[in-house]
């Protein structure tokens, strides 16, 4: 069983930067691969980036490469997205998930956080 909590999110202008982390409970956590998805009002929750197990592959939907970077710290039970050049269309409730596999679907991650809020102003 992983048990995820996000923190990080907040309020800011267009071009601004965050960084959001995940941390978890749980022995198994070095297992699992560690996604973000978010969810924006009226939309589908929707792939953001994922990370192996060990850090060796790394996915990015198209619209966050080249901004985002996700990481992981196993020591510390702990998965980071860093979020620069924020758009406002990147707000979003921004989950942390875990999964057994790799995947880029929703449904395929068994755990989630509750999720943390990210609003871009223009």
């Known amino acids: 069983q992983v048990q995820l909590v996000e923190s990080g999110g907040g309020l800011v202008q267009a071009g601004a930067s965050l960084r959001l982390s995940c941390a978890a409970s749980?022995?198994?956590?070095?297992?699992?691969?560690l996604g973000w998805f978010r969810q924006a009002p009226g939309k589908e929750r929707e792939f953001v980036a994922a990370?192996?197990?060990?850090?060796?592959?790394?996915y990015y939907a198209d619209s966050v490469k080249g901004r985002f970077a996700i990481s992981r710290d196993n020591s510390k039970n702990t998965v980071y997205l860093q979020m620069n050049s924020l758009k406002p269309d990147d707000t979003a409730i921004y989950y942390c998930?875990?999964?057994?596999?790799?995947?880029?679907?929703?449904?395929?991650?068994?755990?989630w956080g509750q999720g943390t809020q990210v609003t871009v102003s223009s």
């Open positions: 990370i192996s197990r060990n850090g060796g592959r790394i």
């Open positions: 749980g022995r198994t956590f070095a297992r699992h691969t």
């Open positions: 998930a875990a999964d057994l596999g790799e995947s880029r679907r929703p449904t395929a991650y068994d755990h």
